[in-house]
């Protein structure tokens, strides 16, 4: 009898260690933590293309918390050799996605991707996957803010002369440039657009001279794209020469004569890819950012007041542009 009563009690001590343990390993268990790998072209305090990327993925992670989400950047890679190991390295360690910024790194991707079929990776800005399973691609419709910042640019300018400073005619850059400078005919037609591309995107001294040259010509008002950019900004501030920013916020750069910026909100397309690749799909899609969809968001400078026909005009090209009654011609 004292036999059965002490088996009892045994087993029900076994069962309720068993129940613990079991309640003991959900407790324990965690949400995997999804691991983002990126490579770009410059530092991620540019001020411009790389750091716009950067501060995306600080507020993916603040916004799905540290335990959740993790990345790792290897920034300042200009050489593509030296970036294309870095992605295959990536690649090896099994992060979930792997971006490379830049659209100097598409054939490189287009090499390493098929090695890892189960590793997404994205580039930018385009929208060409390749017609890779893994591979996503996302662009900035920069000519939208472009056009916005032409309008302002139209009507705040004395003389008449307006300077860019382009690194190489080719992708966002490009479509920027072309936006803006519609965006000025479209408001001043007789205001003339002077553009010089220095072939390059991260020539500070190059963009200088540019921005000096511009000056020279009779420019008040500039704009520019491209972390080299720092230099042309450091010219027109000493000008008293106001600049229009563009990919991430540059006010910060000379308070006094940045009128506004456009800047590329990259999460509103990651947070997309990220809910695919959670759900299998590992790529063969392209996303856009665009005024629409938040992506693109201009920035005004607090410091600097601007004249209320101005910002209305601005506001009104955000508007038309959203709702198709305006068509920026990139």
Known sequence: MFSNKIKMILLLV????????????????????????VVMPSAINDLAFSQSMYDALLGIQTEMGAENFEFVYSESMFVVDDAAAAIRDYASQGYNLIIAHGSQYGSSLQEI???????????????????????????????EGGY??????????????????????????????????????????????????????????????????????????M????????????????NGVLWFGTQSSQTSLAPSIVVANQVYRWEVVLNEMIELIKGGTYGGQSFLITLENGGLVIDYNPAFTLPAEVTEAAGAAIDGIIDGSIKVTP
Not at 120 to 136: I, K
Not at 167 to 193: H, M, R, S
Not at 224 to 233: D, E, L, P, S, W
């Open 148 to 221: 916005v910042m032409g309008v302002m640019a139209a009507m705040l300018s004395e003389s008449g002369i307006i300077g860019v400073v382009g690194p190489i005619e080719t992708g966002d850059a490009k479509l920027y440039v072309d936006g803006f400078a519609a965006g000025v005919a479209a408001t001043n037609d007789a205001a003339q657009v002077n553009s010089n591309w220095i072939g390059s995107f991260s020539d500070v001294a190059l963009a200088s001279e540019a921005a000096q040259t511009h000056i020279g010509a009779g420019a008040d008002v």
């Open 113 to 143: 991707a098929p090695d890892f079929p189960e590793t997404s990776f994205a580039w930018g800005t385009t929208v060409d996957t390749f017609g890779l399973p893994n591979v996503f691609a996302y662009e900035a419709r920069s000519e």
């Open 14 to 37: 076994l069962v309720a260690l068993l129940i613990s343990a079991c309640g003991g390993t959900e407790e324990a268990a965690t949400p995997e933590v999804f691991k983002v790998a």
């Open 223 to 238: 704009t520019g794209t491209a972390q080299m950019v720092v230099g042309a900004v450091g010219v027109a501030e000493e």
